[in-house]
């Protein structure tokens, strides 16, 4: 258990509709980081937030949007979708000293468009 | 966009063999990460590598992180079907204030049969 929460674990929606996942990240982590994953494409940073901020951003699709709020859990919303955005997606947090990350992933929430 | 290969895609080989898995990269990271993955879970660190020639060993895995700082590679001896899963690769870049960003490779997708 990395103490990376996301919830839901599975979501099925149709094209066209709009979802919020959501993750908590461990305690005391003030960054947390989204990706996608899917079959083609492999592990794709989306955007990361710390402590409330953007700090960076990756492939992340105007579509998409992402927060985090003041007791640091963050939400990512996904709208308009499209069959090609069922995916994987993964939060991790960090409390990045150097020399290196360390990014603790929670175990995500699978995206199904119909 | 900095890009990261992983060979091979797909390895299936008998408990008890050793194998060895690559990632290759266009240009340099500050410091390279393996990750592993398990079905319906998010990816676990492994070892992050900083300095070129280091070598890590995390019992019956060994982490190269070449000369250049632009590869690596993951030996695997003895191979047991609890080591099945997806190997990724993951180059990271700092990005300021703590922060880092990572790029993934595809992964390779390792099969230990007993």
């Known amino acids: 258990d990395s103490g990376v929460t996301q919830t839901p674990k599975h979501l099925i929606t149709a094209t066209g509709q709009r979802v919020t996942l959501r993750c908590s990240p461990r305690?005391?982590?003030?960054?947390v980081y989204w990706y996608q994953q899917s079959l083609d494409q492999g592990l794709q940073f989306l955007i990361q937030?710390?402590?409330?901020?953007?700090?960076a951003k990756g492939n992340i699709l105007e579509r998409f949007s992402a927060q985090q709020f003041p007791d640091l859990h963050s939400e990512l919303n996904l709208s308009s979708l499209e069959l090609g955005d069922s995916a994987l997606y993964f939060c991790?947090?960090?409390?990045?000293?150097?020399?290196?990350?360390?990014?603790?992933f929670g175990p995500g929430t699978r995206l199904t468009v119909l | 966009t900095q890009l990261l290969e992983q060979s091979p895609q797909f390895l299936s080989i008998q408990e008890g063999e050793n194998l060895t898995v690559y990632c290759n990269s266009s240009?340099?990271?500050?410091?390279l990460q393996w990750y592993r993955q398990e079905p319906g879970e998010g990816p676990v660190l492994l070892v992050t590598?900083?300095?070129?020639?280091e070598v890590k060993k995390l019992k019956r895995l060994t982490f190269q992180f070449g000369d250049a700082r632009k590869d690596s590679s993951l030996h695997i001896t003895a191979a047991q079907p609890g080591d099945t899963g997806l190997y990724l690769c993951?180059?990271?870049?700092?990005?300021?204030?703590?922060?880092?960003?990572?790029?993934f490779g595809k992964g390779t997708k390792l099969s230990v049969i007993p």
């Open positions: 305690s005391g982590d003030l960054s």
């Open positions: 993951a180059g990271a870049e700092y990005s300021g204030a703590g922060s880092y960003q990572l790029t």
């Open positions: 590598v900083v300095t070129g020639g």
């Open positions: 937030y710390y402590n409330g901020e953007e700090r």
């Open positions: 240009s340099v990271f500050s410091s």
């Open positions: 991790a947090s960090s409390a990045t000293p150097p020399p290196g990350p360390k990014q603790f």
